[in-house]
T-cell receptor, first 109, second 118 residues
Framework: GQNIDQPTEMTATEGAIVQINCTYQ??????LFWYQQHAGEAPTFLSY??LDGLEEKGRFSSFLSRSKGYSYLLLKELQMKDSASYLCAVLDSNYQLIWGAGTKLIIKP | GAVVSQHPSWVICKSGTSVKIECRSLDFQATTMFWYRQFPKQSLMLMATSNEGSKATYEQGVEKDKFLINHASLTLSTLTVTSAHPEDSSFYIC??????????????FGPGTRLLVL
């Protein structure tokens, strides 16, 4: 079966750095997405990785290792507004998007 | 670019009534749209994939006669919850992909519609 694992909840301090991990087992791979979802709102696109390595976009970076079936989202200089759920999703060989359950990130002052 | 809107954002209705939710791609033509449902504190659940001009593909366990999907134009897909019941109360979200984006297929989400059935 297809499976995506990410921690249910994480807590971090304002101004700090946090890394949210995602491991996946899917039938094929055509890329991995990270989305941010604030409570009561729809997801917004953060990043897409299809090649191994680190993609940096401002305070957010996303890393992918296809051989390990592993990705992480790195958030730097955390702000209170970063409190949200972060969803990992993988595009499988049929171009179907397989969603993780999401990681709820709590930022404390 | 890639803006998706949904209407209405909130619906409160009586049990047994039907509710129609619209999803529009505002600045692009979306040949494929997706409908999701999300219960409180749970992850997104894909309900169906909607392709313009053809019948929607429903996920296992989703009743196609209860959740009617119409994708009649390249910018509009509608989801109708027929004979809604309290257990249908949920957050319904649509998304769309840009046709030219055949390799990446990033999904851009509408703001969602919160449905409460009394």
């Amino acid at each position: 079966g297809q499976n995506i694992d990410q921690p249910t909840e994480m807590t971090a301090t304002e101004g700090a750095i946090v890394q949210i991990n995602c491991t996946y087992q899917t039938s094929g791979f055509n890329g991995l997405f990270w989305y941010q979802q604030h409570a009561g709102e729809a997801p917004t696109f953060l990043s897409y990785n299809v090649l191994d390595g680190l993609e940096e976009k401002g305070r957010f970076s996303s890393f992918l290792s296809r051989s390990k079936g592993y990705s992480y989202l790195l958030l730097k200089e955390l702000q209170m507004k970063d409190s949200a759920s972060y969803l990992c999703a993988v595009l499988d060989s049929n171009y179907q998007l397989i969603w993780g359950a999401g990681t709820k990130l709590i930022i404390k002052p | 670019g890639a803006v998706v809107s949904q209407h209405p954002s909130w619906v409160i209705c009586k049990s047994g009534t039907s509710v129609k939710i619209e999803c529009r791609s505002l600045d692009f033509q979306a040949t494929t749209m997706f409908w999701y449902r999300q219960f409180p504190k749970q992850s997104l659940m894909l309900m169906a994939t909607s392709n313009e001009g053809s019948k929607a593909t429903y996920e296992q366990g989703v009743e196609k006669d209860k959740f009617l999907i119409n994708h009649a134009s390249l910018t509009l897909s509608t989801l109708t919850v027929t004979s809604a019941h309290p257990e249908d109360s949920s957050f319904y979200i649509c998304s769309a992909t840009i046709p030219e984006d055949r390799e990446v297929r990033t999904q851009y989400f509408g703001p969602g519609t919160r449905l409460l059935v009394l």
